[in-house]
């Protein structure tokens, strides 16, 4: 060949240079990533949606990835005869379904399941359900629905039940169990409510909601909603539920949106064993709230309303239509912050004879955050009307009520059974009244004045004698910010410590009041079962003492600095 002029010789084709030794290694291959293919499935269960994977790569597939060389060979060794061939194409085949079956039982698989909530929440990646190892075909049915009863004593069965039917197709038998499902709660921790205003949310939740009620709630006892603040959603699961579940006794609607017009009638008439309507913190029309009254009152048993207006109508209604009723909560949305004092109460003025001759099995009377005067003559004859079976009677307020004597007279004349009383924020009532009232095992006694009502309250006296009479019964008082004397309430205490029976004093409330040493350590000495003095405010008592003690070792402390010596 002719060479160039700087001595080299040109070649026709180039050569790839040879490998150099160097110590550097090469560059390792990297495998090629197919992207997925996400396909959503609904499952039978309607409780979860499955999310599969699909690769367009070699590991789904069973394939491997062989070099040219490799096939090269591969071909030379399979042409010497006919035989090695179907042997090598039978032996792919079992490659084949190895891989195909390893990819599906891997750890790695792309197949997993997203727990979402059909209402609208999102959930996290679990495995798949796999096979059964034995103890779950060995184990009866009704031992794991036991075991289930006990979680949903406790925290109900949503969303406990949903997820437990994702374990195995036992625990899915066990958690379908209708007996599981007699109360059902659904709070709006189980609806992310970003998602309740969504058309498309709305459907689902609808469509789970009803496939609920077909498929697994056709024993439910007690519903409660919590926390739904829309409208159309509210009335469709009453419409849903009343339709639905001829068993159902209670509905409970708290802090819920205002259902329709309709809504509360159907429910009335839809379901004949309905005695529990609990629609607190849940605005209602009173028109409403009359027509279901008019159409389920007759066996209604307990009832809890909020309304801050047109209560003599309620009320009206409730004794026209109620003579089974045994619990009545009447509450008004009130302002709790002290600089919102001027708003005023509403005020009740009723003829509660009407109310003691219409519900005379009432057991419990809360009449919350109102105003209650008399309404015309008050009877005073120990012989007519009255609440014969009152248990509770609570008229508390967070703002001063202008309740008398007489008025508490009139309610209470004929109360013998009275366990609880509760007259905070009433600083009108007089310990006089008090002294005649019929009950003589009263157990839980409050007389606590809050914010604006314990400056405007005068002083009060005999307040040894009221002590003095229940110190046998009492198990929580509560006398705070109450204006009375220093000896007459040292007096009280000591009658509430007489070591003549054992002392059912558990909690005592003295913020705010003159108590002295020598009553508050008389009490620690002589009622071992207290768990909660509250001390605050308490002028003459030493520093450190003027707070809350409720745990075991704060009643301790308290004892030893107040006790000259160990407790008798």
């Known amino acids: 060949m002719a060479s160039r002029e700087d001595g080299t010789v040109p070649s026709a084709k180039r050569k790839a240079p040879a490998a150099i030794d160097s110590g550097v290694s090469k560059k390792p291959r990297t495998s090629r990533t197919s992207q997925a293919e996400l396909t959503v499935v609904q499952r039978t269960d309607n409780d979860m949606l499955v999310i599969e994977t699909s690769w367009s790569g070699s590991v789904l597939s069973g394939r491997r990835r062989v070099s040219a060389g490799a096939k090269k060979d591969a071909k030379r060794k ?8 179907l042997k090598t194409l039978a032996k792919r085949k079992r490659v084949k379904s190895t891989a195909s079956k390893r990819a599906e039982t891997s750890d790695n698989s792309s197949k997993f399941v997203l727990e979402v909530d059909k209402a609208g929440g999102s959930g996290s990646k679990r495995e798949p359900m796999g096979e059964d190892v034995g103890w779950g075909t060995r184990l009866p049915e009704a031992v794991l629905v036991m075991i289930f009863q006990c979680v949903v004593d406790e925290d109900g069965p949503v969303p406990f039940l949903c997820r437990a039917a994702r374990v195995c197709w036992l625990w899915r038998g066990a958690a379908a169990s209708p007996v599981l499902w007699r109360r059902v709660q659904i709070s709006r921790c189980c609806v992310e409510p970003q998602l309740m205003g969504r058309s498309s949310s709305k459907s689902q939740i609808k469509s789970t909601l009803s496939w609920l009620v077909s498929n697994r709630l056709p024993l439910m006892q007690e519903f409660h909603l919590s926390g739904w603040n829309d409208q159309e959603m509210v009335d469709y699961a009453i419409r849903v ?19 329709g017009n309709e ?32 159409a389920a009152g007759d066996r209604l048993q307990r009832l809890w309303l909020t309304a801050s207006n047109n209560l ?27 600089e919102m004092s001027a708003h005023k109460l509403p005020t009740l003025s009723f003829p509660f004879t009407r109310l003691q001759n219409g519900c005379p099995h009432l057991q419990v009377l809360r009449l919350m955050n109102m105003c209650i005067t008399p309404s015309g003559r008050v009877q005073l004859d120990q012989d007519t009307g009255g ?15 202008s309740m008398a004597d007489t008025t508490l007279w009139q309610l209470l004349h004929r109360s013998p059974r009275l366990r609880l009383l509760d007259l905070r924020g009433c600083p009108s009532i007089t310990p006089k009244c ?18 604006g009502t314990a400056c405007e309250a005068r002083l ?7 002590l003095a009479r229940w110190a046998h019964s009492l198990s929580a008082l509560d006398v705070n910010s109450q204006p009375c004397r220093e000896a007459e309430l040292e007096e009280g205490l000591l009658s509430l410590a007489a070591p003549r029976a054992a002392s059912r004093l558990e909690a005592l409330n003295l913020a705010g009041t003159v108590a002295t040493v020598a009553g508050v350590s008389a009490v620690l000495r002589h009622c071992p079962r207290l768990s909660s003095v509250n001390l605050t405010s308490c002028r003459n008592l030493p520093r450190g003492l003027k707070r809350l003690h409720r745990t075991p070792a704060e009643l301790q402390e308290l004892r030893e600095r107040l006790l000259p010596g160990p407790a008798e």
């Open 241 to 259: 539920v009343s339709s639905e579940c001829h068993q159902l006794s209670c509905v409970r609607l708290n802090r819920c949106a205002k259902p």
């Open 434 to 451: 008090l002294l005649q009232l019929p009950c003589y095992d009263l157990e839980e006694l409050y007389l606590g004045l809050y914010l």
């Open 387 to 401: 609440f014969p079976e009152l248990q509770e009677l609570s008229l508390a307020t967070m703002d001063r009520s």
């Open 460 to 466: 009060k006296r005999d307040v040894q004698l009221v």
């Open 263 to 294: 809504t509360l009638l159907l429910l009335g008439q839809s379901c004949a064993g309905l005695h529990s309507l609990d629609l607190k913190d849940t605005s209602v029309e009173i028109s409403s709230a009359v027509a279901f009254l008019e």
């Open 78 to 85: 399979n042409s010497g005869g006919k035989g090695k061939k």
């Open 312 to 338: 003599n109508g309620i009320l009206t209604a409730i004794s026209s239509n109620c003579p089974a009723l045994r619990v009545l909560e009447v509450d008004t949305r009130m302002p709790m912050s002290p």
